[in-house]
T-cell receptor
Framework: QSVLTQPPSASGTPGQRVTISCSGSSSNIGINPVNWFRQFPGTAPKLLIHGNNQRPSGVPDRFSGSKSGTSASLAISGLQSEDEADYYC?????????FGGGTKLTVL | QVQLQQWGAGLLKPSETLSLTCAVYGGSYSAYYWSWVRQAPGKGLEWIGEINLSGGTNYFPSLKSRVTISLDTSKNQCSLRLSSVTAADTAVYYCTRSKFGLSSEKFEYWSQGTLVTVSS
């Protein structure tokens, strides 16, 4: 069982806006920035969002992150078929990193 | 272009020691720190531990007694050792690089991963 809680699945149609939630506690998300990753099957994860809402160079502005209290969200606007993947959140917790269990996003 | 490349044994017997090494090519070596992350088949990501340029380490509590992460700055390499492995340690193991700073890019670069299978 993961320290950070994500819904196991999410879905949307092309062009739609979808959000994926990540729930933590006062020892992780409540006091530290959240990071988001995307992973395609058989490949390494890729950083999408760091510092709650900052995009690394090359990540489209369709991806955005937010945080409130002990929860965070990843929003994907203008959903595309190639966005179908697993998404993970992560945050520092005292002296170690914790990840969410992952959300499988399906583009219908 | 930064690339992380790792190598090590992919098949172990129970009680043996997992040993993986990761090398970085391109970019500045000293301005970042290194982490190891693993992913069991069909499961999510699990952080194993990290090491900074001074050799300071942090490990995930449940693995702390079995894990050692080390640096060879002369070779730009980071190594992971996990002792007394069991079937539960079967996973794809990744080395990653992160920038310093609370809001900086974390796990910015990843290696290709190595599937380590523990089986008798």
């Amino acid at each position: 069982q993961s320290v950070l809680t994500q819904p196991p699945s999410a879905s949307g149609t092309p062009g739609q806006r979808v959000t994926i939630s990540c729930s933590g506690s006062s020892s992780n998300i409540g006091i530290n920035p959240v990071n988001w990753f995307r992973q395609f099957p058989g490949t390494a994860p890729k950083l999408l969002i760091h510092g709650n809402n900052q995009r690394p160079s090359g990540v489209p502005d369709r991806f955005s992150g937010s945080k409130s209290g002990t929860s965070a969200s990843l929003a994907i606007s203008g959903l595309q078929s190639e966005d179908e993947a697993d998404y993970y959140c992560a945050a520092w917790d005292d002296r170690f990193w914790v990840f969410g269990g992952g959300t499988k996003l399906t583009v219908l | 272009q930064v690339q992380l490349q790792q190598w090590g044994a992919g098949l172990l017997k129970p009680s043996e020691t997992l040993s993986l090494t990761c090398a970085v090519y391109g970019g500045s070596y000293s301005a970042y720190y290194w982490s190891w992350v693993r992913q069991a088949p069909g499961k999510g990501l699990e952080w194993i531990g990290e090491i900074n340029l001074s050799g300071g380490t942090n490990y995930f509590p449940s693995l702390k007694s079995r894990v050692t992460i080390s640096l060879d700055t002369s070779k730009n390499q980071c190594s992971l050792r996990l002792s007394s492995v069991t079937a539960a340690d079967t996973a794809v193991y990744y080395c990653t690089r992160s920038k310093f700073g609370l809001s900086s890019e974390k796990f910015e670069y990843w290696s290709q991963g190595t599937l380590v299978t523990v089986s008798s």
